[in-house]
């Protein structure tokens, strides 16, 4: 048993925001650093871990058959080929959510935390059963939003059911961000983001094709040597994680020139 | 509300405010409403209670006054803006109005609507 073990909720509300590509980044990004970590598909609806991480084709058991005491977790574990540290469980069948319980991925978390320092659990969209058995599991959250109104509005729902439940801490991974739109104000700034949530920022990921190629591949950034802004992005998060003090990046200084400075200029706020 | 050198070049020439400046806005409006859960209604309702209520001590510019949700580090704050004509003398207990009965027992909301339907004639009090 570790007892030390983190268990981190990685949710959203809004779906197509990044928590399942997020959740495997870190996934892989930990592993790195040498730590133990498992991944726990809670989205059994619309389940995609297995494909983000490449590992689809490997899937043999689930979640479901470990609570059925049909075979052992070990058995439905699925090691990462390039990444030894990391481990998947995948979701089950659909039809799980018929009689699966906040108990059930309670069970199951603990578990995981007897063998892992990490697990990570990727929550499913909504704020219905399959989210309430997802954050049943948790002891700590990150919450997946970009930079529209309409994902910081769900974000703003899932937090407060968040904080009723107890989840502590929670922080914020800020998706999606076009510099260039914040510097000339067309798209809410991290500040804004985090006044209104009212959550400390963990991570702020710029928009990048590379999501997309690695997405298609099944290799999540982190494993490539990509040196995108958005696997920067990822690596940064898993070392904030692990209480490295990394700075976050300004995306209003991605510019150069006079140009950006003056739009620096232009949004500084005055009062 | 923070302001932006840009924001205020734009009210300015009297143009659109940058769309981020209009997303912040919306967002703070809307959540407010959300967390508190309150229903249009209801709070109008309740808005409706809280003007008649004061208007029992003071008379208030019913024009001018305003009750709403404002939202910070996710604590929600009902503020009322109304603004004072001027006080209404107290009486001993609780102002009794020009006709009616003070039984001490009237319900709270039962009180405010008495005072409201009277309040257009005490302005002279």
């Known amino acids: 048993m570790a007892p030390t073990t983190r268990t981190i909720l990685i949710c959203s509300g809004k779906g197509g925001v990044g928590k399942t590509t997020l959740t495997a980044n870190l996934g892989i990004a930990l592993g790195r650093q040498g730590i133990r970590t498992v991944v726990l598909d809670a989205d059994f609806g619309l389940r995609n871990l297995d494909l983000l991480l490449g590992l689809e084709n490997r899937i043999v058991y689930t979640a479901q058959e470990v609570l059925a005491e049909s075979c052992r977790l070990d058995q439905a574990l699925v090691k990462h080929k390039q990444e030894p540290n990391l481990a998947l469980l995948p979701a089950g069948n659909p039809r799980m959510l018929e009689w699966l319980k906040p108990e059930d991925m309670q069970r199951i978390a603990s578990m995981l935390a007897e063998q892992f320092d990490y697990v990570l659990i990727d929550c499913p969209a909504g704020i219905e059963d399959g989210f309430k058995n997802a954050v049943a599991a948790a002891k700590e959250a990150i919450v997946v939003t970009t930079p529209e109104v309409s994902a910081v509005r769900d974000a703003d729902r899932v937090i407060g059911l968040l904080n009723t439940q107890g989840v502590s801490p929670i922080q914020l991974v800020l998706n999606r961000v076009r510099p260039k739109m914040m510097a000339n104000q067309e798209m809410l700034a991290a500040d804004d983001v985090t006044d209104i949530l009212a959550l400390p920022l963990l991570g702020l990921l710029l928009e990048d094709e590379q999501v997309i190629v690695s997405t298609n591949r099944g290799e999540p950034l982190t494993l490539t040597k990509s040196n995108s802004p958005a696997a920067r992005g990822y690596a940064n998060i898993a070392r904030r994680l692990q209480g490295e003090d990394v700075p976050l990046m300004d995306p209003a200084k991605e510019g150069r020139g006079l140009r950006a400075k003056l739009w620096q200029l232009m949004q500084t706020k005055i009062f | ?125």
């Open chain 2, 1 to 125: 509300m923070a302001m932006t050198l840009r924001d205020i070049l734009n009210k300015l020439l009297g143009r659109q405010p940058a769309s981020a400046t209009t997303a912040r806005e919306r967002l703070q409006l809307v959540l407010a409403h959300d967390r508190s859960d309150l229903s249009p209604e209801l709070l109008e309702q309740m808005r409706r209670e809280i003007f008649e209520v004061v208007a029992k001590y003071v008379e208030i510019d019913l024009e001018g006054g305003e009750v709403s949700l404002e939202t910070e580090d996710r604590m929600t704050a009902l503020v009322a803006n109304l603004p004072i004509k001027r006080s209404i003398k107290p009486a001993a207990n609780p102002p009794s109005k020009a006709d009616e009965s003070e039984d001490q027992e009237p319900s709270e909301t039962k009180e405010a609507e008495e005072s409201k339907e009277s309040e257009a004639g005490e302005s002279s009090d």
